[in-house]
C-alpha cells in the first residue's frame, strides 16, 4: 500500500549539485508519517543517515557528513521530500534511500517504510 519512489541519482563531476525527489504514496490522511527522511549506503559500508524532516513541523536534521551541503525540504502540498546537495565529493557516491517512519495507531508501534533507492556517482 505505501510506497515511496525516489528519483533524481545519477553521475556527477566532483563540485556538482543533485536533487533527489522522493514521491510517497499510500499513507492514510489520519495517519500521516511523523517524519521522512534520507539514508545512503556506499559498496562495503554501513548505511549511514543523511537527512530527515518532520512533517508537522519541517524540522530538518542532518548529519555532520553532509552538514552545509545538503537540505532537506518538503512539499506542503503532498508526501514529497527533496534532498539537494552542492558541492558533492566522491565520498558522497552511495545508493541513497528514502524512508518514512509512521505511527501505526491500531498496533501502538512504529513502522519505517523504505524505497528502492537511487544511485548517485560522484566522479571526473
Known amino acids: 500500500q505505501v510506497q515511496l519512489v525516489e528519483s533524481g541519482g545519477g553521475l556527477v563531476q566532483p563540485g556538482g549539485s543533485l536533487r533527489l525527489s522522493c514521491d510517497a504514496s499510500?499513507?492514510?490522511?489520519?495517519?500521516?508519517?511523523?517524519?521522512m527522511g534520507w539514508y545512503r549506503q556506499a559498496p562495503g559500508k554501513e548505511r549511514e543517515f543523511v537527512a530527515r524532516?518532520?512533517?508537522?513541523?519541517?524540522?530538518?536534521t542532518y548529519a555532520d557528513s553532509v552538514k552545509g551541503r545538503a537540505t532537506i525540504s518538503r512539499d506542503s502540498g503532498k508526501n514529497s521530500v527533496f534532498l539537494q546537495m552542492n558541492n558533492l565529493k566522491p565520498e558522497d557516491t552511495a545508493v541513497y534511500f528514502c524512508?518514512?517512519?509512521?505511527?501505526?495507531?491500531?498496533?501502538?508501534?512504529?513502522?519505517?517504510?523504505w524505497g528502492q533507492g537511487t544511485q548517485v556517482t560522484v566522479s571526473s
Open positions: 524512508s518514512a517512519r509512521r505511527f501505526e495507531s491500531s498496533q501502538a508501534t512504529w513502522t519505517d517504510y
Open positions: 499510500g499513507f492514510t490522511f489520519s495517519n500521516y508519517p511523523s517524519n
Open positions: 524532516i518532520t512533517i508537522a513541523a519541517s524540522i530538518p
